[in-house]
């Protein structure tokens, strides 16, 4: 995310429209953050999502992270 929105609460608006558009079809999302992302990582934690796994691809290091698309509006 550009410097200019980091913290204006873009980053979990733009995850709430991305997940409810992937509920209708898919029942989690993964996304890959390279591991030198420390502040990446620490954003998409917030967001509750978990690494389930980390791999190498092209020299470099990344988290694979999930979450489920489907929220309980309880």
Do not use: C
Not at 23 to 34: L, S
Not at 62 to 72: G, H, I, N, Q
């Amino acid at each position: 995310m550009d410097r200019t929105w980091r913290g204006s609460g873009a980053f979990p608006q733009l995850f709430v429209t991305m997940r409810s558009s992937l509920a209708e079809r898919y029942p989690i999302g993964i996304t890959f953050i390279n591991r030198l992302n420390q502040r990446s990582l620490k954003a998409h934690q917030k967001l509750n999502l978990e690494i389930i796994d980390e791999f190498e691809f092209n020299q470099g290091s990344y988290y694979s992270l999930a979450f489920p698309t489907k929220v309980d509006s309880a």
